[in-house]
């Protein structure tokens, strides 16, 4: 999050919330979008893999499709240029 808020000019956050807490959030989010028939803002799955350091590999799609991957923080950029040209940010 903190790059995120470097990259668009935004605050860092000025604290984190405990992984069980964001879990919690999470689940009730899911519920409240089921509710109104959208999309969750966070997602549980989303929620554990923010909390936690899950180990994925790009192995197979560097050595099958070519993939290469980039510095988060031009990803970051690049999407954040996105949102503005949408008018989302």
Excluded at 51 to 61: E, L, Y
Aim: charged share 20%; with cysteine.
């Amino acid at each position: 999050m903190g790059l995120i808020a470097d990259v668009v000019g935004g605050p860092r956050p000025r604290w984190a919330l405990p992984a069980p807490a964001v879990i919690a959030l999470a689940t009730v989010l899911e519920k409240v979008a089921a509710a109104r028939g959208r999309a969750p803002l966070l997602s549980r799955e989303m929620a554990v893999q923010s909390c936690f350091r899950v180990g994925i590999s790009s192995a197979k799609a560097e050595r099958e499709l070519g993939y290469r991957s980039r510095p988060a923080r031009e990803s970051v950029s690049a999407a954040a240029d996105f949102y503005r040209a949408q008018g989302w940010l």
